[in-house]
């Protein structure tokens, strides 16, 4: 029984040590590897979509995917920061650009 009691003190007595830990670093403000970024492909606005054009807006926008557009289409709301997302209208001429 004196040994029941003594495991169980040692145990609640166990909780409450202390370890010590090297500091924790502050989060940093940069954006991760792969985030997009539309502000510079924001000139591409009002041109004709392609293959090419699309490639540039993927260098440019520094994302690491690219999600096309259509009109009157639907898209699903889950948001990417690695995903660049370029809608066109009827004319296949692009009227937005934007990061998710």
């Known amino acids: 029984m004196r040994l029941l009691i003594l ?3 040692a145990l609640t007595l166990a909780g409450c040590a202390t370890v010590s ?3 924790v ?3 940093t403000a940069e954006a ?6 539309a502000t510079p492909v924001q000139v591409h606005l009002g041109k004709r ?5 699309g490639g540039q807006i993927l260098a440019q926008s520094g994302a690491r995917t ?7 289409s ?5 948001y990417r920061e690695d995903r660049v997302n370029v809608r066109y209208d ?6 937005a650009i934007t990061c998710g």
């Open 7 to 9: 495991s169980a003190a």
């Open 21 to 23: 830990s090297a500091p």
């Open 25 to 27: 670093e502050e989060p």
């Open 32 to 37: 991760p590897a792969g985030a997009c970024d």
């Open 49 to 53: 979509v392609s293959t090419d054009l």
């Open 66 to 72: 690219l999600r096309w557009g259509p009109p009157d």
């Open 74 to 78: 639907a898209w699903t709301m889950d």
């Open 90 to 95: 009827r004319d296949m001429v692009i009227t």
